[in-house]
């Protein structure tokens, strides 16, 4: 078939190498370069121990307290708020304890054993050396904090994710960390990529060697004829397409609307710091519950990534946000003097109000398919929403249960 996804982030490109794996001319378009939307900054965890959705119980108590500290871990741009307001109400509504379990075990689907499900492939795109694992280790400054955390780590271990305890060893094993962190937990299962953009190219690259076309045209619109999607319109002309898959990201709204599905999407921006030539080198990521900071040393320098932000995909960044990661970096690394020199990125996280992605055939085009709000675990999850695109374009058994990521849920 002529399939045509749009978007090439990290979903987009899974997509498209996994159809072009099994057989499909693949042509994916994209106005921007491969991997420069969210992949392009994210801190490149492949992270199996991701599992549970933002909104759980329990979490309106807290957001108060967040949205207080002005470099806190979640923001709101208050005039934002009338379009946020149906997306935090769904989002809100998820938060009851039959919800979150139920989107809990779907993202544990989604996600599981994610490098394995990677390694076809990197196998494909001679692209082994942009996946490590060494696992994440996670850290807390006392026994207190690790404990408070502990019935989510048990619930992990039931689901057959292993986490090792670890007492002052955390410094063994990242010796540039402070101190004060006196515990922690290794994740062995989870795996690290150091530089999703390159991961992403190299993807493109191997499609294009393949007898794929990487077009930087935007997807403006769609032709539906009889209930198919007969091309995709961009400024360049009309694209003929046997199938088509919307992965662009946070900006999918639009066309998923036009392909009949209306979708709860907010773009949850987060940021980065990343510093240049600081000297020390982390083994595997590391990350701090408590200070909600995700540190890794990627291919370009050492990364500080986090925080969610709620102000439209539009506005500008407000970059008070990554100097605050890189605060944060500091407190986790006192070897970091404060005039490093930083770099800063904002990107979109694409966000459904139960934590899941949207993938499924459209509504009114059987020929299309979403494949779009994978927020905090899309480049986790990419390649295995790869497989579950490529099944659905072959009408094959998916390779994990649909109905979670149904694009008709908030209907
Ligand atoms: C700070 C931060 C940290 C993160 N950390 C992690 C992490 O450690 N692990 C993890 O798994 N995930 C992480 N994420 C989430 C992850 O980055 C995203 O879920 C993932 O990148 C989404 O991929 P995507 O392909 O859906 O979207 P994108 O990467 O945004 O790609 C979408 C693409 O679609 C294109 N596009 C848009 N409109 C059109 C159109 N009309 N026509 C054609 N193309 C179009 C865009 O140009 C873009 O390139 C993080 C995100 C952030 C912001």
Redesign the pocket.
Known sequence: MRVVV???????LCCALTLQMQGHDVTI????GP?????????????VSSIFPTAVPGIHRKVPGWLLDPLGPLAIHWRHLPALAPWLWRFLRSATPARAEAATLALRALTADAPAVYAPLLAYADAADLMRQDGHLIVYRSIATMEAEAASWRRRAALGIEATPLGPEVLDLEPALDPAFRCGRLVPGNAHCPDPRRLMQRFAATLERQGGRLLR????DVAITDGRVAAVRTEAGDIQADAVIL?????SRR?AARLGDRVPLEAE????AEVQNCGIRLRRPVFSTADKV?AASMDTGLRF??TAEFAGADTAPDWRRADGLFALGRSLFPALRQDETITRWM????STPDSLPVIGRSRRAANAFHA?G?????????AMTGRIVAALVADAPSPVPLAPYAPDRFA
């Open positions: 749009v978007g090439a982030g990290a979903v987009g378009l994209d106005p921007a991997g420069e939307g969210a992949t392009m900054g994210n801190p490149g965890g492949i992270s045209q935007a997807a403006h992965a662009a990201g946070a900006h066309l921006r987060g940021y980065h995700f990534a986090g990107g979109l996280r694409p779009f994978h927020g905090h675990v899309g480049l986790t999850g990419a």
